[in-house]
């Protein structure tokens, strides 16, 4: 039970230092900057995790990007098609198992992915400043543990 000051079970909550409300601000900022960012390429920024994912990838498994990218299926599927329309990325259906799809970037996303990519590292730069390298890599493992945890315990 909580009551009007926050505890619950013993242990104070505040709104401060809440780690939820703490990555979902971080999160809104970071976004909220990228798309002003991308934009004027006629990008969003679900486009560009897309994009970066099959930059360093080649091609990867609908699926597999899906959950990577952290996009629902109707809204990835939308995407994909619109992204495919305009060739910066190919799809296509594995000869195996004809029901999955293959994505693939094209040469033009490429392009558009190095083109893009001092503007990502600038922002991701300004995001980290003052951040030390050690917490850079205590941030990133302890991200990683909380996306598994959630993962094994949501339908993710």
């Known amino acids: 039970m909580s009551n009007a000051r926050g ?17 979902n601000r971080a999160a809104t900022a970071m976004l909220t900057s990228a798309a002003s960012e991308f934009e004027p390429h006629g990008l969003t920024v679900p486009k560009w995790r897309v994009l970066f994912l099959l930059w360093e990838r080649g091609s990867c498994p609908f699926a597999t990007c899906m959950e990577l990218a952290s996009i629902g ?16 990325i190919v799809r296509t ?8 799809l293959e994505l693939t970037i094209t040469a033009k ?9 001092p ?13 030390t390298a050690a917490e850079r890599t205590a941030l990133l493992s302890a991200l990683g543990k909380i996306y598994r945890n959630v ?6």
Do not use: C, Q
């Open 7 to 23: 505890k619950s079970r013993g242990r104070a909550l505040s709104f401060d230092t809440y780690i939820p409300f703490l990555v």
């Open 73 to 88: 299926a109707p809204t990835f599927s939308r995407l994909t098609a619109k992204m495919e329309r305009e060739r910066l």
């Open 119 to 131: 503007v990502a590292i600038s922002s991701e730069k300004m995001y980290l400043d003052g951040v």
């Open 93 to 100: 259906r594995v000869p195996e198992d004809t029901r999955t």
């Open 109 to 117: 996303g490429r392009e558009l992915v190095e083109s893009l990519m």
């Open 151 to 156: 993962s094994r315990n949501a339908s993710l």
